[in-house]
């Protein structure tokens, strides 16, 4: 009874962190040791309730009705399954689905009305990840709640407005998980012991902002770039990239918030004054994730990286990609060769896609993804 018990707890944790980062109820299944009359009992409802439909996150910031809709229509099977199961066993119990859960289904079958292009609309996203080992550590013997929330306005569409940069994509994630395991892979300390404090962050294709606000979160000094025009800012034009990533930082009220400034990569041969700012700023890692997937950006990534890191052997980025066509990532490597740059994988263990430190929407589900280190490459 105590390891279901258990189960059916870290399963109830799980399933909030899965709604509120918007995970396919289509692959939502119960562990094969939890029954339906363990999940449809009172104190799971209970949690359901409290703790994923009412809780004051998702109230503040709730999922797209369409997405709630089929969560908790998901939801509320199992739960009369369940109590069927229960009632069977024990036709004294009487057990029965509570009401508020037929009301809320109700209610986002009722609102969810379709846009006007059928397409999905925008939903809110929240990401939720406990603090690792080294940050509990850095908190210096003080009482630290252990569990930290990224919350997301995003695109449910892969493209949107031309742009790919409205939704956060499986390499952030990725790379996200890898910094909360090791903070030195964005800047391998000397004495190796992971206490030092980060080097400034230029995250270059920022998109939702999510890497930038977790790493502003850690404690990083973030820069965050993207395309697109301060104007943007004043206009409430949020389906552009920078427009967007402003107003996602701002969501998520931050003591030490990430910087945004617009950054063409197209730019880099001719650098304007911003340019200029970013290459002074020194020691410092960039950080990039799912940027490589279009060959005929490829020259001008490469050259905006290497540009930035000037000439401070100190300066590094970190990339993450995922693989969908191995000869674009092939012909990134070849052009980092070409302009001097080492290019180092990263051979880290993959997060657990059974019970991942992020949960994905799907989309690149089953893709592989690659990280890499580079640096300016030694001469002779």
């Known amino acids: 009874m105590t390891t279901t018990t258990t189960s059916l707890t870290t399963y109830l944790t799980r399933l909030r962190r899965q709604h509120h980062s918007l ?13 339906a009359g363990d999940f449809a009992s009172a104190s799971s409802q209970r949690y359901l309730l409290d703790q994923i439909l ?27 399954q369940g109590v069927e199961e229960i009632n069977l066993m024990d036709p004294g119990r009487d057990e029965e689905v ?20 059928f397409l999905p609309k925008e939903s809110y996203r929240t990401f939720i990840y406990n603090l690792s080992s080294w940050q509990i550590q850095s908190a210096q013997g003080g009482v630290v709640d252990q569990e930290r929330y990224i919350t997301l306005l995003e695109e449910q569409v892969a493209v949107q407005a031309g742009t790919t940069g409205l939704r956060t994509w499986t390499a952030a994630l990725h790379l996200a998980h890898h910094i909360l395991d090791d903070r030195n892979i ?17 995250e270059l294709g920022a998109g939702t902002g999510f890497l930038s606000i977790l790493l502003a979160q850690l404690g990083a000094r973030v820069i965050a770039t993207d395309l697109g025009d301060t104007e943007d800012f004043d206009h409430g034009i949020k389906r552009t990239p920078l427009a967007r990533l402003r107003s996602n930082v701002e969501l998520n009220q931050l003591q030490r918030p990430p910087h945004v400034i617009p950054l063409d990569w197209m730019d880099a041969s001719k650098p304007p004054e911003t340019w200029q700012e970013l290459i002074q700023e020194t020691p410092k890692t960039i950080v990039a994730a799912d940027v490589i997937y279009d060959p005929d950006l ?32 092939d ?8 302009r ?30 690659r990280l890499f280190r580079l640096q300016l490459a030694d001469h002779g």
Do not use: H
């Open 54 to 80: 009412y809780d004051p996150i998702t109230r503040s910031y709730e999922p797209e009705l369409g997405y709630s809709r089929r969560f908790w229509r998901w939801i509320v099977g199992r739960l009369e």
């Open 98 to 117: 509570d009401e508020k859960f037929y009301e809320a289904l109700t209610r986002f079958m009722v609102d969810d009305k379709p846009s006007e292009d």
């Open 186 to 202: 964005l800047q391998p300390d000397s004495d190796g012991t992971g206490n030092g404090s980060f080097p400034t962050i230029i």
């Open 340 to 369: 001097q740059l080492s290019v180092t994988p990263l051979n880290l263990a993959p997060m657990d896609d059974d019970d991942p430190t992020f949960w994905d929407s799907a989309l690149d589900r089953g893709c592989l993804v």
């Open 298 to 329: 490829i020259p001008a990534l490469v050259t905006a990286v290497r540009v930035l890191l000037g000439s401070d052997r100190r300066n590094m980025a970190v990339f993450a990609a995922t693989v969908r066509n191995p000869a674009t990532l």
């Open 23 to 35: 995970y396919p109820p289509y692959l939502l299944s119960l562990p094969r040791n939890i029954t």
């Open 331 to 338: 012909l990134f490597c070849e052009t980092c060769i070409e």
